[in-house]
C-alpha cells in the first residue's frame, strides 16, 4: 500500500481510525484478529541435525559401510579403529562450524521495546508488540520508531533512517501528500519502524505492523535466502565423486578379473576390497582442510576480518566482483566540507563557527560533540582556528519551509546576523546584481556537479535587537561551502588493488546520481559514464539486468530488494559475488551473496549476523588483503591435496597389484590407516603454513567452473602414486618374512610422501628455492614425523601393535635412495612441464593478437 499518497483523511478512513486514537476494545480486537507487532522467526535447525551433516559426506559413509562390514565378520579391532577415525573427523567438522550460522534476534531487537499511543486522547504506554494499524503514535526525541507510521503532525521531526537507507545524514519529515512515486528514502511523510527519532517531535499512524513493515520486508527475504553452497564445498563433492566412483571401479574390476582368473574366494575378495577402501580414501584429508582453514580464521582475525564460517575463507579467494554499499564503507561516514568558494574566508568561517547549535562552549572538543552531520562537517572545517563564539542573542532554527537558519550577534553598538542555508534562497534575499547571483549560482552548479551539497553563507549589520525573517532581506552574500561524505584513502587503494586482481568493484547506493557519480571516479571506479537508478532496475525484467550488470558499477537511489537483485543477477552470470554493507538495509543482499561483508564498527547487529565476514576496523582495504589470504589458502589447499592423493593412489595399487598377481594383501588395515593418519599429523598439516606466492594478486581470479584439481593434477597424482608404489613393493619382495616386507613397504611410503610433501611445497618452481626456510613447521613436521617413524620400526610397543620389525642400516639406505630418486624425478618433470605450459601461452596470446 502506498500509504505516502493518501491524505490523512483517506488514511483515518482506510484503517478504521480517528486523530484521537482507538479504543482498548478495538485495539483488543485487531490484536486478536491481526497478531502482535512482531516478526516471523525461522525455525532452528535441530542439533542431531547439525552434527549428522558431518558424517553423510559421501567418503565418509563408504568409511562407515566398511566399518560395519569390518564388524560383521568379527574383526572388531580393526573395525573400530576404521569407525573411530570418522568420529573424530565429523566431530572436528561440526566444532569448526557451530558458529557459522546465528538467529536473527538483531532485527528483532530494531523494533522499539515501547510505545506511547493515544487512547481515546489520553497518552498510553504500552509494548510495541501490542500496536496494531490505526494506533496514534506519539513520538519524541531518541524514539525508535516501533511500526511503520504515516506521520499526521510533526514538528521539527528528523529521523535518522541509516538502517534502511544507508545514509547518515538525518530526514526532515512532513506531513505533505507524496503524488509521485517514492522510495522509502524519498517518503518524507512516512516513519519506518527501527529508525530513530533525532530532533524534534510528531504522532504518526500506523499503518503498517510486523511483517508487513520495511523492516519486516527485510526479515521475510532473509528468511528467504537459501544459504549459499560455497565454492570449496562444490569442488569437495566433486572430488570426492570422482574418488568414489575410482574405487567403485577398482573393486568391482578385481571382483570380475580375480575371480574368473585365479578362482579366489569371496572372503578374500571382502577383505582385499575393505583393504582397498580403506588404503584409497584420503581420511585425514578433510581434518587436514579443516585445520587449513582454521588457520586461515585466525590469520584474517589477525588483520581485523571475522570469517564466520570456514569455508568463505577460500571463497573470498575466488570472488570475482565486489559489490559495496558506499556510506561508511567506501566512504568515512563523515560529512566534511570539501571546498570553499569566497573572497571572506575569515568571515565565512565565522558564521560556520556561531550559526549552529551544537557547540555551546568554547572549550568543548570537536571529537565530544554529537548531532546534525552538516554543522559537524562546519565545526570540523573551523576547529583549528580556535575562534571564540559570540553570545546569541536571538535565533531563528532552520526549518524545510524556509531553508535557512539564522542568528543574531552582538557587534559594537550594533548587532549582527548570520546566515546559512539553500544558496538559491540566500542570493534571494542578499543584495547583489544579476550578474553577481548569476556567478555564484554558477559555482553553485560546480560543486553540484561533483556530488557535493551547496551550503550558502551571508550577513548582516543591523541596529535591530529582534530577529525576524523579513530583516533578513538585504543580506551580503559572503560564500559557498562544497560538503561531502569523502571516500576512504584506504578504499582509492583498495579499489586500485583489486581491479589488479581481475576483481570488479561496483557501488551500490541509497545516495542521489550526482553524488554516487562523483565518489565511484574519487575511488577509481571504471565504468562511471552509466549509473542505474532504483527506478531503472524497476523497469527492467530479471533477463534485462542480467544483461546490463556487467558493464554498470555505480548504482543510485537504490533500495534493498535493488541490492538484492543486483546480486542475484551477477550470480547468474556466473560471478562469485562479494557483497558489503553496514545497514539492515544490506542483510538480504549480505545473505545472498556468496561473501557477505559487514562492518564491525558501524555496521547493525543484523548485517553482521547476515553476512559471512566482519571487518573489525569497518576498513574496505581490509577485504583486499583477506582475499589474498584467501587465495593463499586455496594454494595451500590444493598443494595438500595434490599431496595426499598420490600416496593413497600408491597404497590402492599396491592391494590391486598383489590381488593381480595372486599374492597375499601385503598391508594389513592398521598398517594403511597407519601410513595414512601419521602423515595427516605430520605432513600435510606443514603445506598449510606456506607463505602466497608473489605474484598471488596480479593474477585473476580462479575460474569457477574449474575443478580443485587441474588436468595436470591426474598426470602428477598417476605417476607420483607409481614412482612410490612400483619401487617399494619390488623391493619388499626381495626379503623373507611377513612383518619384515610389510615394513620395509610402510617405511618406503612413508619416506615417499616425506620428500614429495616438499616437491608440493611450489606448483612448477624448484622447491628448494630461499622461501625454502620461510616455513619452520615444515622441518617441524618432518621431525615429528622420524620420531614416530623410527618408534614404530624398532620400538618393541609401536612393533606389537603395528605389526612391524626393526630394519638395518643398508635397507635404511635403500629406501632412503628410493625416496630421493622420486624428488629428483618430480623436480626434473616440474621443470618440463613449466616450459610446455609457458610454450603453450605465448601461443595462444600470439593467435589472440593476430
Known sequence: MKWYKLSTEDILHKVASQTTGLTKEQRSARLKNNGPNKMEEKEQVKLWRKIAKHFTDLL??????????????????????????????????????????????????????????????????????????????????????????????????????????????????????????????????????????????????????????????????????????????????????????????????????????????????????????????????????????????????????????????????????????????????????????????????????????????????????????????????VAEEEQQLKPVLAKIPFSSSYKYMATMHAEGEDQIIFVKGAPEVLLEKADATNEEKARWEQRGLELASKGQRVLGFGYKKVSATELTHELLSGLTFAGLAGIIDPPKESAVRAVEQAQQAGISVKMITGDH?????????????????????????????????????????????????????????????????????????????????????????????????????????????????????????????????????????????????????????????????WVNMVTTITLSYALGFEKANRDTMKRPPRDTKMGILLGYSFFRILYVSLLIMIPAYFLSMHFEGTALQQTILLQSIVLGQAVYMINCREMFDPAINRRFFENKFLFISLGILFVLQMGVVFLPLGQQLIGTTALSLAQQLVILGNALLLFLVVEIEKRVSKGIFKRKEKAVSHYQND
Open 513 to 673: 546520481k550526482a553524488t554516487a557519480q562523483a565518489i565511484s571516479k574519487q575511488i577509481g571506479l571504471k565504468h562511471t559514464s552509466k549509473i542505474l537508478e532504483g527506478a531503472d532496475i524497476d523497469s527492467m525484467s530479471d533477463e534485462e539486468l542480467v544483461e546490463v550488470v556487467g558493464k554498470v558499477d555505480v548504482y543510485a537511489r537504490t533500495t534493498p530488494d535493488h541490492k538484492l537483485r543486483i546480486v542475484t543477477a551477477l550470480q547468474k552470470k556466473e560471478e562469485i559475488v562479494g557483497m558489503t554493507g553496514d545497514g539492515v538495509n544490506d542483510a538480504p543482499a549480505l545473505k545472498q551473496a556468496d561473501i557477505g561483508i559487514a562492518m564491525g564498527i558501524k555496521g547493525s547487529e543484523v548485517s553482521k549476523q547476515a553476512a559471512d565476514m566482519v571487518l573489525a576496523d569497518d576498513n574496505f582495504y581490509t577485504i583486499v588483503k583477506a582475499v589474498k589470504e584467501g587465495r593463499r589458502i586455496f594454494d595451500n589447499l590444493q598443494k595438500t591435496i595434490n599431496f595426499f592423493l598420490p600416496t593413497a593412489l600408491a597404497q590402492g595399487l599396491i592391494v590391486i597389484l598383489a590381488l593381480l598377481m595372486n599374492r597375499p594383501l601385503p598391508l594389513t588395515p592398521i598398517q594403511i590407516l
Open 60 to 381: 565418509m559413509v563408504v568409511l562407515i559401510v566398511a566399518a560395519v562390514l569390518k564388524f560383521a565378520t568379527g574383526e572388531a579391532v580393526e573395525g573400530g579403529i576404521i569407525f573411530l577415525v570418522v568420529i573424530v573427523n565429523g566431530f572436528v567438522g561440526y566444532w569448526q562450524e557451530r558458529k557459522a550460522e546465528e538467529s536473527l534476534d538483531g532485527l528483532k531487537q530494531m523494533m522499539g521495546q515501547e510505545a506511547t499511543v493515544l487512547n481515546e486522547g489520553q497518552p498510553l504506554k504500552l509494548d510495541s508488540e501490542e500496536l496494531v494499524q490505526g494506533d496514534v503514535v506519539i513520538l519524541k526525541a531518541g524514539d525508535v520508531i516501533p511500526a511503520d507510521l504515516r506521520l499526521i503532525e510533526v514538528h521539527d521531526l528528523t529521523v535518522e533512517e541509516s538502517i534502511l537507507t544507508g545514509e547518515s545524514e538525518a530526514v526532515e519529515k512532513t506531513v505533505e501528500v507524496i503524488s509521485q512515486e517514492a522510495m522509502a528514502g524519498d517518503q518524507l511523510n512516512m516513519a519506518f519502524s527501527g529508525t530513530l527519532v533525532q530532533t524534534g517531535s510528531a504522532r504518526g499512524l500506523v499503518v503498517e505492523t510486523g511483517d508487513a513493515t520495511e523492516i519486516g520486508k527485510i526479515n521475510h527475504a532473509l528468511q528467504s535466502i537459501q544459504t549459499q553452497t560455497t565454492p570449496l564445498v562444490k569442488k569437495m563433492h566433486q572430488l570426492n565423486k570422482q574418488i568414489f566412483r575410482g574405487i567403485l571401479a577398482l573393486i568391482v574390476f578385481l571382483l570380475f578379473f580375480t575371480s574368473f582368473r585365479y578362482g579366489m574366494d569371496w572372503s578374500l575378495m571382502f577383505s582385499a576390497s575393505i583393504a582397498l577402501i580403506v588404503a584409497m580414501i584420503p581420511e585425514g584429508l578433510p581434518a587436514v582442510l579443516t585445520m587449513i582453514l582454521s588457520m586461515g580464521v585466525k590469520e584474517m582475525a589477525d588483520e581485523n576480518a571475522i570469517i564466520k564460517g570456514m569455508p568463505a575463507v577460500e571463497t573470498l579467494g575466488s570472488m570475482t566482483v565486489i559489490c559495496s554499499d558506499k556510506t561508511g564503507t567506501l566512504t568515512k561516514n563523515e560529512m566534511t566540507v570539501q571546498e570553499v568558494v569566497t573572497e571572506e574566508l575569515p568571515l565565512v568561517k565565522e558564521i560556520m563557527n556561531n550559526c549552529q547549535e551544537l557547540k555551546t562552549k568554547d572549550d568543548q572538543k570537536i571529537e565530544e560533540i554529537h548531532g546534525n552531520p552538516t554543522e559537524l562537517a562546519l565545526l570540523n572545517y
